[in-house]
């Protein structure tokens, strides 16, 4: 069983367009996180979901909004999708916030024409 | 501002052959270090933690440590299949994470 999945692994989609990016856990975690990592592997978080309350957001633009229907569950919607945010997106999960050990998922490749 | 060097940025090594790889970092307070494992087209894995200074923590072939300014990931006889990107990332008082860029390690058999 994968323990954190992610649709699609691959997206690749027009300027301008809308799209999202699915997250699921298995682990029972209390804790989501949405990474993006460049084409340099440089790896820096987006969000992070603590029981469904938006806990952090490092200042990304707000065409990025992170849903979560429930506990399991972090999807990533991107408006007005631009070439910068062509990237690798990764979604994880920790047992709570105290919790430093985080597990990954294998990630979204998007790239924006 | 926090940050995360690593280095060197990509490392050959022989099978056997040991060798260390370099975490250096700058945070306003320290809650933990992390090294991560990522394999070409797969989300990160978990290695270790680290807290304090003088902390060491083994698994397998590898063994990392801790000092007030940076961590050494020391690879002991590595086989073919050690071969991947090691991440080093922080964590900081206020719960912030800091992600270097890695180091990329091939080693041949």
């Known amino acids: 069983d994968t323990a954190v999945s992610q649709t699609p692994k691959y997206l690749v989609t027009q300027m301008g367009n809308d799209k999202s990016i699915k997250c699921e856990q298995n682990?029972?975690?209390?804790?989501m996180y949405w990474y993006k990592q460049d084409s340099k592997k440089f790896l820096k978080i987006m969000f992070s979901?603590?029981?469904?309350?938006?806990?952090i957001n490092e200042t990304v633009p707000n065409r990025f909004s992170p849903k979560s229907p429930d506990k399991a569950h972090l999807n990533l919607h991107i408006n007005s999708l631009e070439l910068g945010d062509s990237a690798v997106y990764f979604c994880?999960?920790?047992?709570?916030?105290?919790?430093?050990?985080?597990?990954f998922g294998p990630g979204t490749r998007l790239t924006v024409l | 501002e926090d940050q995360v060097t690593q280095s060197p940025e990509a490392l050959r090594l022989q099978e056997g052959e040991s060798s260390s790889l370099n975490c250096s970092y700058t945070?306003?307070?320290?809650?933990?270090l992390f090294w991560y494992r990522q394999d070409p087209g797969k989300g990160p894995e978990f290695l270790f933690t680290?807290?304090?200074a003088g902390e060491e923590k083994e698994k397998e072939r590898l063994k990392a440590t801790l000092t007030k300014k940076e961590s050494f990931l020391h690879i002991t006889a590595p086989k073919p299949e050690d071969s991947a990107t090691y991440l080093c990332?922080?964590?900081?008082?206020?719960?912030?994470?800091?992600f270097g860029t890695g180091t990329s390690l091939t080693v041949i058999p």
């Open positions: 994880a999960s920790s047992q709570d916030l105290d919790t430093d050990t985080q597990y």
């Open positions: 682990l029972g975690h209390d804790t």
């Open positions: 979901y603590n029981n469904k309350e938006l806990i």
């Open positions: 945070v306003s307070g320290l809650r933990g």
């Open positions: 680290l807290y304090s």
């Open positions: 990332a922080v964590r900081n008082t206020g719960n912030q994470f800091y």
